[in-house]
């Protein structure tokens, strides 16, 4: 079993500063991706960014040159700085992990964290 735990978060005013960071754990065999998405009451999740194979980089258009996505091989985390935040930056950001696991088919799933707030207030 893989699990992901994430940190960060909390109140922030506009055009403040956040990091989230998300650390995977468990039978990992190898990560493809990982990443963050976000959500907001009576709306869809949608993406924040994403990491793919340690390199390639994937964000929402809400947040390109905002939000800035990297991970640390060997500690399986992945980072998400946050800057000059807004409003509608408001939600509970998930992280997400597309991982490999040590079964005997080396199962590739998809695996979410709990979520964490960030509030993004004056």
């Known amino acids: 079993q893989v699990q992901l735990l994430e940190s960060g978060g909390g109140l922030v005013q506009p055009g403040g500063s956040l990091r989230l960071s998300c650390a995977a754990s468990?039978?990992?065999?190898?990560?493809?991706?990982m990443g963050w998405y976000r959500q907001t009451p009576g709306k869809q999740r949608e993406l924040v960014a994403t990491?793919?194979?340690?390199?390639?980089?994937n964000y929402g258009d809400t947040v390109k040159g905002r939000f800035t996505i990297s991970m640390e091989h060997a500690k399986h985390t992945v980072n998400l700085e946050m800057t000059n935040l807004e409003s509608e930056d408001t939600a509970v950001y998930f992280c997400?992990?597309?991982?490999?696991?040590?079964?005997?088919?080396?199962?590739?799933?998809?695996?979410w964290g709990q979520g964490t707030q960030v509030t993004v207030s004056s």
């Open positions: 997400y992990g597309l991982i490999r696991d040590w079964s005997p088919g080396r199962r590739e799933e998809e695996y």
């Open positions: 468990g039978s990992i065999f190898s990560i493809t991706t």
């Open positions: 990491i793919t194979n340690y390199i390639t980089t």
